[in-house]
């Protein structure tokens, strides 16, 4: 069993930068960081549970919306990922979540229901 544990959340004003971290942590935390599709997922109020950005072995899978802006990536020795976020608006303000696919391969689609485990979330504030 493992754990994810998000931080770096906060409240920053649009065009600032926050760095996500997940750390995961467990008996299995070597194999999800180096081997598994991870991502990370946001969810506004009163909104659905979108998809921000995956990466696996070889891909990185970003939405429309944060292409440019948003870059995901992870750290084998620290069982962390990590989500760079610049030039945020306020558009970006949500929940955000860690997860794991228990699979090598993250498809284009960054799709919830393909997740598997997931963590408590760090939330985002991005005022005007």
């Known amino acids: 069993q493992v754990q994810l544990v998000e931080s770096g959340g906060g409240s920053v004003q649009a065009g600032g930068s926050l760095r996500l971290s997940c750390e995961v942590s467990?008996?299995?935390?070597?194999?999800?960081?180096?081997?598994?599709?991870m991502g990370w997922f946001r969810q506004a109020p009163g909104k659905e549970r979108e998809g921000v950005a995956s990466?696996?072995?070889?891909?990185?899978v970003y939405a429309d919306s944060v292409k440019g802006r948003f870059t995901i990536s992870r750290d084998n020795a620290m069982n962390t990922l990590y989500l760079q976020m610049n030039s945020l608006k306020p558009e970006d303000t949500a929940m955000y979540y860690c997860?794991?696919?228990?699979?090598?391969?993250?498809?284009?689609?960054?799709?919830?229901?393909?997740?598997?485990?997931w963590g408590q979330g760090t939330q985002v504030t991005v005022s005007s």
């Open positions: 997860a794991a696919r228990r699979t090598s391969y993250c498809n284009s689609a960054l799709t919830s229901t393909d997740f598997t485990d």
């Open positions: 467990g008996y299995a935390a070597r194999i999800y960081v180096r081997y598994y599709c």
């Open positions: 990466m696996d072995t070889g891909n990185t």
